[in-house]
Nanobody, 119 residues
Framework: QVQLVESGGGVVQTGGSLRLSCAVSGRTFSMYTMFWFRQAPGKEREFVARINWSTGNTYYADSVKGRFTISRDNAKNTVYLQMNSLKPEDTAVYYC????????????WGQGTQVTVSS
């Protein structure tokens, strides 16, 4: 059974930091691209960052570039999202997702973890 399990969310003040984790299991993800998305109340889900598991290549949304860092630990089968200089507008449920390169849709999603940034 394939699972993506996010953790690390919480409440933090403006300017603070959090590190989200996405632990993957049930299959090998070395050929996948891993994503972080977020969804704020009343808004559509939006792309945050992605990383190619095998090459480590990364890409970020303009809104988080320079503040967030996506990474992966092969030994722990975990993808991370280090979030620094957090702003109230970063408040959202953060989701981890996996997509095979040739797939049209995302193959797997996690259940999400809440991040709240207080002003």
């Amino acid at each position: 059974q394939v699972q993506l399990v996010e953790s690390g969310g919480g409440v933090v003040q403006t300017g603070g930091s959090l590190r989200l984790s996405c632990a993957v299991s049930g299959r090998t993800f070395s050929m996948y691209t891993m994503f972080w998305f977020r969804q704020a109340p009343g808004k559509e889900r939006e792309f945050v960052a992605r990383i190619n598991w095998s090459t480590g290549n990364t890409y970020y949304a303009d809104s988080v570039k320079g503040r967030f860092t996506i990474s992966r630990d092969n030994a722990k089968n975990t993808v991370y999202l280090q979030m620094n200089s957090l702003k109230p507008e970063d408040t959202a449920v953060y989701y981890c997702a996996a997509k095979f390169p040739t797939a049209i849709e995302y193959d797997y999603w996690g259940q999400g973890t809440q991040v709240t940034v207080s002003s």
